[in-house]
C-alpha cells in the first residue's frame, strides 16, 4: 500500500493537473464535476461496464471536497440520510482497499459534546433513529466523556459517541479515489469544463466542454456549488446557495483525541499530521447574490440563527456562482462561468480562525497554547432541508442531478455516487431515494431541515 502522504491543506489552482485524457466523441457516461461524488459516480458506473469520461474544470478535490472537516459521520444525520451513510462508511473500506494508498482512514468516532441537560435531551431523541438503523450510538455521562478526554476543562455535561464514525484525508483520498477511476476505466480531463448539456428532441444527448463536444445518453451532474447555474441555463431551477466555511490545521500537538468531536463553539478532527483539523461549530459566512434573494423565504428558516449571529456579507466575490456579475446566460461556443473560476477559493474568515485556536486551546488547556499551521476555506453548497438531490431530471430525460450534499458530501459521497450511477444507468439504486427527489421544492412536498 502507498504510505500516506500527509499534506496540509486543500488542492488549489497551483496544485499540478494530473489527468489530461483525450476526450472521445462518443460515451455512455459522462460526469460533470471532479469531486467526491462525482469521482465515486464515475467509479461505480465504470464497474458496471459503462464507457466514462469525468469532465472537471479545475482540478480534482480542488474545491469543497478537499477543503471540509475530514468526517465520516453517521451520528447526528437526518434521519432520511442514515441508510445511504451507513452504507458509505462500508463502501470507504472497500474503496480504501481498492486504491492501494492510505487514505487516512481510521475508525476512531465521533463525539458531540453537550453543555447542559438540554443537549443531552436533544441527543436521546435522536438515539431512536440510530437504534431503528442498528448503529452503534450511545449516549455518554460527564463521567464517561471525562475517562475518554482526561485532559479536557470545558465542563461537558456529556456527549453522544458513535465509536463506529470514521475520519480521513481528504485532499489525499479523493485524488487517490481520481486515479483508482482511471485504472477502473474512466477518462478522466482536468482543466476542462462542461459548457453546457446538449440537447435534442427535448432529451440529454451529450455535453459541450470546452474542448469539443461528447456525445453521451446520460449525464451525472455533480457541480457541488456550481451545479444550480448550469441547471438554471437549461431552465431547471434549483434552489441551491453556499455558504463559506472556515478550516484550519493547527502544528502538530500531543493527542488529545483520535477522533473528531464538536461543542457550541469547535469543532475539531485528529490529523494524520499530529496536528487537529479545527473550525467553527456552526458559524458560516453567507454571501448575498441574485440567488440568495429568490431563494430567501425558502432559506429563512435554516439560515436565520446563522445570518444573525455569525458573518452576513453584502455581495460575493468576483466569478463566484452566485455573484451579482456572474452570467446567468452564456453560448456553448464562448467560455463559460466555469472557465472563469477554475477553482472556486475563498479567502478565509480571520476572526472565526482565531476564536476557535483559542476555544479548542481552552477546552484543553493542557496543550499549551494553539498554534495555527495554516487556515483556509470552502464554499459548501446547501440546499433548504441540508440534503441532497440524487435524482433524474424529468424535464431533461437522461440528466442524473447529484448536488447539494450540504456539508456532508465527503463522508456520504460514495454512497451518493454509486446511488447515481445505478440511477444514471437505468438499474436499482439501492436505496430508497424518495427524500432526495428533485421534485420536493416545486411539487408542494416541500420537508423541513432536520435540526439535532
Not at 42 to 71: H, M, P, T
Not at 353 to 358: E, G, K, Q, S, T
Amino acid at each position: 500500500m502507498r504510505e500516506l502522504t500527509h499534506g496540509t491543506g486543500p488542492v488549489t489552482l497551483d496544485t499540478p493537473l494530473e489527468h489530461g485524457d483525450p476526450l472521445p466523441r462518443d460515451a455512455d457516461l459522462v460526469v460533470i464535476g471532479g469531486g467526491i461524488a462525482g469521482v465515486t459516480a464515475a467509479i461505480f458506473a465504470a464497474r458496471s461496464g459503462a464507457r466514462v469520461v469525468l469532465c472537471e474544470k479545475g482540478r480534482i478535490a480542488g474545491e469543497q471536497s478537499s477543503r471540509n472537516w475530514g468526517w465520516i459521520r453517521q451520528q447526528g444525520r437526518d434521519p432520511a440520510e442514515l441508510p445511504l451513510v451507513m452504507d458509505a462508511v462500508r463502501i470507504w473500506d472497500d474503496l480504501q482497499t481498492a486504491t492501494n494508498e492510505d487514505l487516512g482512514l481510521r475508525r476512531t468516532g465521533t463525539l458531540y459534546l453537550a453543555r447542559d441537560a438540554e443537549d443531552v435531551a436533544r441527543y436521546e431523541g435522536w438515539l431512536a433513529h440510530a437504534r431503528d438503523h442498528g448503529l452503534d450510538s450511545a449516549i455518554l455521562s460527564a463521567a464517561e466523556v471525562a475517562r475518554m478526554l482526561p485532559g479536557a476543562r470545558a465542563g461537558w455535561t456529556g456527549a453522544l459517541w458513535t465509536a463506529s464514525d470514521c475520519r480521513a484525508e481528504p485532499w489525499v483520498a479523493v485524488p487517490a479515489l481520481a486515479r483508482l477511476a482511471r485504472r477502473d476505466g474512466v477518462a478522466l480531463r482536468e482543466g476542462c469544463a462542461v459548457r453546457g448539456l446538449d440537447i435534442a428532441d427535448g432529451r440529454v444527448v451529450g455535453v459541450v466542454t470546452e474542448a469539443g463536444r461528447i456525445r453521451a445518453p446520460r449525464v451525472v451532474l455533480a457541480g457541488g456549488a456550481w451545479s444550480a447555474l448550469l441547471l438554471r441555463r437549461h431552465g431547471v431551477a434549483l434552489p441551491q446557495l453556499s455558504v463559506r466555511a472556515t478550516v484550519a490545521a493547527t502544528e502538530p500537538l500531543p493527542e488529545v483525541f483520535a477522533g473528531q468531536g464538536v461543542d457550541a463553539r469547535v469543532a475539531f478532527r485528529r490529523r494524520a499530521d499530529g496536528g487537529y483539523s479545527l473550525a467553527p461549530s456552526f458559524d458560516h459566512d453567507f454571501f448575498v447574490g441574485p440567488a440568495a434573494l429568490r431563494h430567501a423565504r425558502a432559506y429563512w428558516p435554516v439560515f436565520r440563527g446563522d445570518i444573525l449571529s455569525t458573518g452576513l456579507r453584502p455581495a460575493a466575490p468576483r466569478g463566484y456562482p452566485d455573484a451579482w456579475t456572474t452570467p446567468r446566460r452564456w453560448s456553448a461556443d464562448a467560455p463559460s462561468p466555469f472557465e472563469a473560476m477554475r477553482v472556486l477559493d475563498p479567502a478565509p474568515s480571520r476572526r472565526f480562525a482565531a476564536r476557535m485556536a483559542r476555544d479548542f486551546g481552552d477546552a484543553f488547556p493542557g496543550l499549551g497554547g494553539v498554534r495555527l499551521r495554516r487556515t483556509w476555506a470552502g464554499m459548501i453548497d446547501a440546499l433548504p432541508d441540508m440534503i441532497p438531490v440524487i435524482d433524474a431530471a424529468a424535464a431533461l430525460p437522461g440528466l442524473v442531478v447529484l448536488t447539494g450534499l450540504s456539508g456532508h458530501g465527503f463522508g456520504i459521497g460514495p454512497a451518493a455516487g454509486r446511488a447515481a450511477a445505478r440511477l444514471a444507468l437505468g438499474r436499482d439504486p439501492r436505496h430508497d431515494l424518495t427524500a432526495f427527489r428533485l421534485s420536493r421544492f416545486h411539487d408542494g412536498t416541500r420537508r423541513a431541515a432536520y435540526r439535532l
